[in-house]
T-cell receptor, first 111, second 113 residues
Framework: QKEVEQDPGPLSVPEGAIVSLNCTYSNSAFQYFMWYRQYSRKGPELLMYTYSSGNKEDGRFTAQVDKSSKYISLFIRDSQPSDSATYLCAMIGGSQGNLIFGKGTKLSVKP | DTAVSQTPKYLVTQMGNDKSIKCEQNLGHDTMYWYKQDSKKFLKIMFSYNNKELIINETVPNRFSPKSPDKAHLNLHINSLELGDSAVYFC????????????FGPGTRLTVT
């Protein structure tokens, strides 16, 4: 079993839809959970990070962590065409700073 | 000003050559990283440096050697390039070695022919 599993999609939604992106993981030692956005041919951009379980909201974006289920989610409200990108979940692994990434979900928001 | 910059942006070279990729960050961060993103877009850490000292060295071939002349720079030198080294290489930095808030550069697209 891979340490971090993420459905690669692609996921296509109409503008204004609520988008739900998810990752599961196997290592119960993970404490920090990150979501990155990567536009085509660009570097990953940190959207938000969460420590341990709970929710965190930033504008249209909400991150949720359920450590008991080893499941994290990113919700995007009122999705826009500019949200079209690949979304990568990441977690801190055994070594400090050793980010373990999911494979990314490619999202397309249609006008 | 670009926070994390890399040069070159594109690099096309032949098998067997030696090449270097440079990275600079102007964020005042203590820790810098190199990641490799393969053709399937999977992003994996290669190295990490904290205050010019190596703190992560994942299982990468020893043809890859990181060098950090100061904490704002982390270069990646690759010897005897192979076809399988073709990928996008990203540099990143974070305030400290906890690494949960990493900022990435734009990437260097390496093609080995």
């Amino acid at each position: 079993q891979k340490e971090v599993e993420q459905d690669p999609g692609p996921l296509s939604v109409p503008e204004g839809a609520i988008v739900s992106l998810n990752c599961t993981y196997s290592n119960s030692a993970f404490q920090y959970f990150m979501w990155y956005r990567q536009y085509s041919r660009k570097g990953p951009e940190l959207l938000m990070y969460t420590y341990s379980s709970g929710n965190k909201e930033d504008g249209r974006f909400t991150a949720q962590v359920d450590k008991s289920s080893k499941y994290i989610s990113l919700f995007i409200r009122d999705s826009q065409p500019s949200d079209s990108a690949t979304y990568l979940c990441a977690m801190i692994g055994g070594s400090q700073g050793n980010l373990i990434f999911g494979k990314g979900t490619k999202l397309s928001v249609k006008p | 000003d670009t926070a994390v910059s890399q040069t070159p942006k594109y690099l096309v070279t032949q098998m067997g050559n030696d090449k270097s990729i440079k990275c600079e960050q102007n964020l005042g961060h203590d820790t810098m990283y190199w990641y490799k993103q393969d053709s399937k877009k999977f992003l994996k850490i290669m190295f990490s440096y904290n205050n010019k000292e190596l703190i992560i060295n994942e299982t990468v071939p020893n043809r890859f050697s990181p060098k950090s002349p100061d904490k704002a720079h982390l270069n990646l030198h690759i010897n005897s390039l192979e076809l399988g080294d073709s990928a996008v290489y990203f540099c990143a930095s974070s305030q400290d070695d906890q690494g949960y808030e990493q900022y990435f550069g734009p990437g260097t697209r390496l093609t080995v022919t």
